[in-house]
């Protein structure tokens, strides 16, 4: 498959902390790719870059071929980069609906036309259609958390970026939420790269997964195969989890 997002060589730094350290990293068409690590090992920073609300000190950023490193976050969203973030923060005032309507109509170029059958449709994606006329400020975590998913996806993204979006879910609500994102990308054809620390939400969807340690790529590989590698072990899942 082409490749659609590559970083080379990409640092950040907040004052004397290196948050990023020289990443590289590819990814490809359709592929879902999982970015774990332990906290503060530079995971959101990745996709804040990506994303462009932030701008890396050092590399380059290249979506498409198409070098985007200092393009405007808003600039990332027209061309096809949409996501998620790790607290959701909706429109309280507006409803459900008039959410997803905002985004989609700051996403890629699209007819006017079919603005209010293409919000009904993501709202009905992740499981909303039933709460698209309630206020966003009523909704539950559960319901914000999937809100926050149809608001990118309503963006019209070629990559969506997911930050945390199984956090604090029971069971039930992790194995629906996985099955929203799979469905998202195998029916979208949406290109998806996941930071997660529930791992096997990771196992469930990813074909790959990076693992970052003090913001440099300790491993990466098949997300199984990631889990148990010895480096991994000991920067972050502990032995009982690899037995």
């Known amino acids: 498959m082409p490749v659609l997002v590559e970083l080379h060589d990409v640092s950040k730094s907040f004052g004397s902390v290196a948050a990023v350290r020289d990443v590289s990293l590819t990814l490809e068409q359709g ?10 090992a530079g995971k959101t920073t990745v996709l804040n870059l990506i994303g462009g609300t932030l701008k890396p000190d050092r590399g380059r950023i290249l979506f498409d071929g198409r070098d985007i490193t200092r393009l405007a976050s808003h600039h990332h969203c027209r061309v096809g980069i949409g996501r998620t973030f790790q607290i959701p923060r909706p429109f309280g005032g507006l409803t459900a609906y008039e959410n997803v309507l905002v985004a989609h ?4 170029p699209h007819g006017r036309g079919e603005a209010e059958s293409a919000c009904v449709d993501v709202l009905r994606r992740v499981g909303l259609g039933r709460k698209a006329n309630t206020l966003a400020g009523s909704l539950t975590l559960l319901e914000r958390k999937r809100l926050e998913i149809a608001r990118a996806v309503a963006t019209k993204p070629r990559v969506l970026l997911l930050d945390e979006v199984m956090a604090g879910l029971n069971e039930t609500e992790l194995a629906a939420s996985v099955e929203i994102v799979r469905r998202v990308r195998d029916e979208l054809g949406t290109t998806i790269v996941w930071v997660e620390h529930v791992m096997s939400a990771v196992i469930q969807l990813a074909e790959r997964a990076i693992v970052l340690n003090f913001g440099e790529i300790l491993t990466e590989g098949v997300p199984e195969a990631v889990m148990r590698h010895p480096d991994v072990v000991d920067a972050y ?5 690899a037995a």
Do not use: D, K, R
Not at 31 to 40: H, K, S
Not at 105 to 108: E, F, L, N
């Open 31 to 40: 592929e879902a790719l999982g970015i774990v690590g332990p906290n503060g």
């Open 105 to 108: 109509a700051h996403g890629a």
């Open 237 to 241: 899942l502990g032995q009982t989890h």
